[in-house]
């Protein structure tokens, strides 16, 4: 059973800190990763997706992954009280299914 | 800009009950997805499509069945509708990897 663990929070955090959120996954064959956001009564869009270890940037969204620790981050920089949302981090097996196994996602509240 | 349209944003119907959850998506994806999404259950697959007439079951299909007669629509079926199906439904297309997700469906079963 492939399992995908993120921190159900809430994570609080004043505006303008850094937001950390982290999951971690079980599938070392895992080679594709994912953050979606969701606000309240809304459906959740893609944000960030990584492949490579290391970091990857987007304006104040950076994805980290570390694929010998199984694990991969979100860090909200300058976090805004429109930051506010639950955060569902995704993961994708080799071998062409392209079916992602998504956490139960981390509810960030940024408080101005 | 993708979009995945989803019938109905709210829907109330009674126990025992046929009912059909349709989606369409504009974007000619070949992947489509039904989800459930429940209050700290997160995210649970149901039912995907990769292709027209092709379907693979999820992780709770029970209760549940799909169609997808077109590239762009998948229905999701509930034969005899319960109250434990009572939730929010996420269909969502996929260009391989990234989903791209309709508004949902918040359905009721009383």
């Known amino acids: 059973q492939k399992e995908v663990e993120q921190n159900s929070g809430p994570l609080s955090v004043p505006e303008g800190a850094i937001a950390s959120l982290n999951c971690t996954y079980s599938d070392r064959g895992s080679q594709s990763f994912f953050w979606y956001r969701q606000y309240s009564g809304k459906s959740p869009e893609l944000i960030m997706f990584?492949?490579?270890?290391g970091d990857k940037e987007d304006g104040r969204f950076t994805a980290q992954l570390n694929k010998a620790s199984q694990y991969v981050s979100l860090l909200i920089r300058d976090s805004q009280p429109s930051d506010s949302a639950t955060y569902l981090c995704a993961v994708i097996a080799s071998g062409g299914s392209y079916i992602p196994t998504f956490g139960r996602g981390t509810s960030l509240i940024v408080h101005p | 800009d993708v979009k995945v349209t989803q019938s109905s944003r709210y829907l109330v119907k009674r126990t025992g009950e046929k009912v059909f959850l349709e989606c369409v998506q504009d974007?000619?994806?070949?992947?489509m997805f039904w989800y459930r999404q429940d209050p700290g259950l997160g995210l649970r697959l149901i039912y995907f499509?990769?292709?027209?007439?092709?379907?693979e079951k999820g992780d709770i299909p029970e209760g549940y069945s799909v169609s997808r007669e077109k590239k762009e629509r998948f229905s999701l079926i509930l034969e005899s509708a319960s109250t434990n199906q009572t939730s929010m439904y996420l269909c969502?297309?996929?260009?391989?990897?990234?989903?791209?997700f309709g508004s949902g469906t918040q359905l009721s079963v009383l």
């Open positions: 974007m000619d994806h070949e992947n």
């Open positions: 499509s990769y292709d027209v007439k092709m379907k």
């Open positions: 990584i492949y490579s270890n």
């Open positions: 969502a297309s996929s260009n391989r990897e990234k989903l791209f």
